[in-house]
């Protein structure tokens, strides 16, 4: 397993990423599938159609339902969900900040109610290792506290501080499990992730202590969650520096286009988000050349493809007129094609980002479609 930057044009990097389930082109988009299901109806067959590099799952949720003992007994969620590509899966802890109706945090851990049926469950460092090691992904992260933003700073470092000391409790025992005869994936790597919310000082101070570590790679949590656009990427911009240069970089949760665009211009290689679904499943659709709301009445007898730039499965053979048709008539189809659209968009960008990357032309390419993504159309 391994990672290589093979060209830079400023800040932003291309790279490959090697992992247990294949080679990853970076930058890339995780696509995802929280509960080893991409919303919308769309299968682990529709995502190697559509450019799917790496598909993303989450502890939590899965943990909560079906259960990670199961799951490792249907031989890994590889095999559980038929996709033979990489996997990543989140660590649960955001999950445990935003649903949890009642928690309590403590140095081992945190303990919480089920947002499903209120069930009593703890997870720690330790636990959600052991989760994630049934699970059988490539990659898992560590788990982490991700406070709201804006947050109180004493609180922030606190939290930060309590991270770095958890993430050493995880790489200690997801150590343990890869050299147990029977883990389902003895290849499991681990990533650390930054928090310090959007305090630079907290921010840079945590990504020094967590290098220290020398996990696999490395995330930038904690954003995305209620802060201005601007004062994300001010953060990538302070913790950029101190992120070692030979692991990859994942701007966890995140997010627009544009957004996309703006961080692998400041040298992130790894996203994921469920804009593009949840949008899809709204008939908001992303274009290259701006945003779509096929609910409006404009479109009704529209002949025109969802995009004319685009050679995705739905644009070669579907109207706006009938997907709009579909919305309105409340039929399943109309969210599936558009979900199908906007995942193969958010793919074919990040595959447009690595050419230009190859080419020598990103920066003409940031510079023309960080304004062009942001229309309305």
């Avoid at 249907?74 to 999950?95: A, E, R, V």
């Avoid at 290098?211 to 990427?233: K, T």
């Avoid at 995009?307 to 309105?328: M, Q």
């Avoid at 050419?355 to 990103?362: A, I, P, S, V, Y």
């Amino acid at each position: 397993m391994s990672f290589k930057v093979i060209k830079t044009e400023g800040k932003a990097r291309r790279g490959v990423f090697e992992c247990p389930h294949g080679t990853v082109q970076t930058p890339v988009f995780m696509n995802v599938g929280t509960s080893a299901a991409i919303k919308g109806g769309v299968s682990t067959y529709d995502l190697t159609q559509i450019g799917t590099q790496v598909e993303l799952s989450n502890t939590y949720h899965l943990h909560i339902r079906p259960g990670d003992d199961l799951i490792r007994r249907m031989g890994g969620l590889h095999k559980f969900f038929n996709w033979d590509g990489p996997i990543l899966t989140d660590s649960g802890g955001f999950q445990v900040f935003s649903l949890a109706k009642l928690r309590r945090i403590t140095e081992e851990g945190v303990s919480f109610q089920s947002h499903m049926d209120g069930k009593k469950i703890f997870m720690g460092p330790e636990e959600s290792m052991r989760i994630q090691s049934n699970l059988g992904s490539d990659i898992a992260m560590a788990f982490d506290e991700c406070v709201e933003n804006p947050a109180e700073y004493n609180y922030a470092k606190r939290s930060a501080e309590r991270t770095v000391r958890w993430l050493a409790r995880c790489k200690t025992e997801h150590e343990r499990l890869n050299a147990l005869p029977d883990t389902v994936n003895p290849g499991q790597m681990l990533f650390g992730i930054n928090q310090g919310s959007t305090y630079k000082d907290i921010r840079i101070e945590n990504m020094k202590a967590i290098s220290e570590y020398d996990c696999d790679g490395y995330a930038i949590g904690g954003l995305a969650v209620g802060e201005a656009a601007e004062e994300m990427y001010d953060t990538i911009d302070a913790v950029e520096p101190y992120m070692p240069t030979d692991k990859p970089r994942y701007l966890m949760g995140v997010g627009t286009p544009v957004n996309i665009l703006e961080a692998v211009h400041r040298g992130v290689d790894f996203f994921d988000c469920v804009m593009p679904s949840r949008n899809a499943r709204h008939a908001n659709l992303f274009t290259w050349n701006g945003k779509l709301n096929l609910n409006n009445e404009k479109f009704f007898d529209d002949p025109l493809p969802l995009d004319t730039e685009c050679d995705c499965p739905v644009c070669r053979r579907y109207t706006r007129a009938y997907v709009r048709h579909l919305f309105k008539a409340r039929e399943m189809l109309g969210m599936r094609l558009c979900v199908i659209h906007n995942l193969y968009f958010y793919n074919k960008l990040m595959e447009r980002i690595r050419k230009e990357l190859d080419e020598g032309t990103f920066e003409e390419f940031y510079r023309e479609y960080r304004v062009r993504l942001e229309n309305r159309l």
